[in-house]
């Protein structure tokens, strides 16, 4: 019996150690679906965590994975930026999203798993939200169905700042406002993300601990100037750089308050 045991307990010491052989790094690529080689302007890549350092987090669609290198870039040796492992898509993602992120790279099974907490949280959602489509994801705005209606996009906030609350209490939040949308976008209609942005600011009246970072009227009177091309929602890199540099001024003055 006790020769048993014993050849029990090696098995089951030699599975956890298979186990807990996978990196934080694998992990990291393991959910962001993309390695170092086809991660075209670098958001997406591995941090490895400096201790001394406090810890940020930026959570948004394709217009934050673009200037998340830039913020990184400002704060470097300051602070620890990641940014979420894939793009934020819409408000109804973001819980599942950021649960995946958490119990994935805290799981007890990487050898140097994450043991940090989040000092700052930037959060945009929006721009997915007030999108119309087609079976499901073609960009069509006289014939989709859009994603979420202003109400949808109320309480999917409502959840998200709960959320934050609940899981991260020690941490800053700052919300982003929506980036505009340009006349001729092919699946939003221009003044949606204005429209959306109330809707987002009538619930952080109720949040006063929340930051804003007004990225909206930032850009807005920049937009033809830093557009990709007319009709388009994406920014050139003058438009990429002058965000990064707000959100990085906005970090960095949350930071400093810690």
Excluded: C
């Excluded at 673009?66 to 930026?81: F, S």
């Excluded at 069509?140 to 934050?164: C, H, M, P, T």
């Amino acid at each position: 019996m006790f020769r048993f045991l014993s050849t029990l307990l090696i098995i089951l010491i030699a599975a956890v150690s298979v186990q807990a052989s996978q990196t934080a790094e694998e992990a990291w690529y393991g959910i962001a679906l993309r390695n170092k080689e086809n991660d075209k302007n670098k958001a997406f890549l591995y941090i490895e965590n400096n201790p001394a350092l406090p810890n940020v987090l930026i959570y948004g669609d394709s217009i934050s994975i673009a200037y998340t290198p830039i913020v990184r870039g400002l704060l470097e040796g300051e602070a620890n930026v990641y940014r979420l492992h894939v793009n934020g898509g819409f408000s109804a993602s973001f819980i599942e999203k950021m649960d995946t992120l958490h119990e994935t790279m805290r799981d007890w099974k990487i050898k140097d798993r994450w043991a940090h907490d989040w000092d700052v949280i930037q959060v945009n959602v929006g721009l997915h939200d007030l999108k119309y489509v087609v079976n499901g994801s073609k960009l069509d705005k006289e014939n989709g169905e859009q994603v979420a209606s202003l109400s949808e996009y109320e309480q999917n906030l409502r959840d998200i700042f709960a959320y934050l609350k609940r899981e991260h209490p020690g941490a800053k939040i700052v919300f982003a406002l929506t980036t505009p949308v340009p006349e001729g976008e092919r699946g939003r209609h221009a003044g949606d993300a204005k429209r959306y942005n109330e809707v987002a600011l009538k619930v952080l009246r109720d949040h006063p601990e929340i930051a804003v970072n007004d990225l909206y009227a930032f850009t807005v009177g920049h937009h033809e100037q830093w557009w990709t091309r007319p009709g388009n929602v994406h920014f050139n890199p003058e438009g990429i750089r002058a965000q990064g540099e707000a959100v990085a001024y906005k970090l960095k003055e949350l930071l400093r308050e810690e």
